[in-house]
């Protein structure tokens, strides 16, 4: 893992809203176009506070939901829309899960669900391993 070149403003466990019970506040540089290595790090400073959670207490709880909200988009997003999986290939699909019909098959879709289930568990893994350094 390379890390990311984002630096932390600053993170709390404390309440700031009803919603969230914590947070980490980024300073992101102007950059829009990433690698799968610097998305891979990007999740997993998302993950950071779960992983820290389940080290720490030896279990999780709902308190990573966004979190895992926005990994979990990024991961199908590299595999569906940016082409980046070596197993699904170089293929843009909508992401909308509005559409009725999807433009590939149930099979194609199981594939992509294994993969993107993949890559989670992978940034999950990774961030609790980093967590106990």
Sequence with gaps: MSFTDESVDEVTII???SAALGFAQYSPKDKKLF????LFDRMCMMLGGRAAENIKFGRITTGAEDDLKKVTKSAYAQVKLYG??????TLSFPTDDD???KPYSRKLGHIIDQVGSMYVESVSSSSEKLALL
């Design 99 to 101: 559409f009725k019909i």
């Design 35 to 38: 690698t799968t290595e610097e």
């Design 84 to 89: 980046m999986s070596n197993v699904v290939g």
């Design 15 to 17: 309440p700031r809203t």
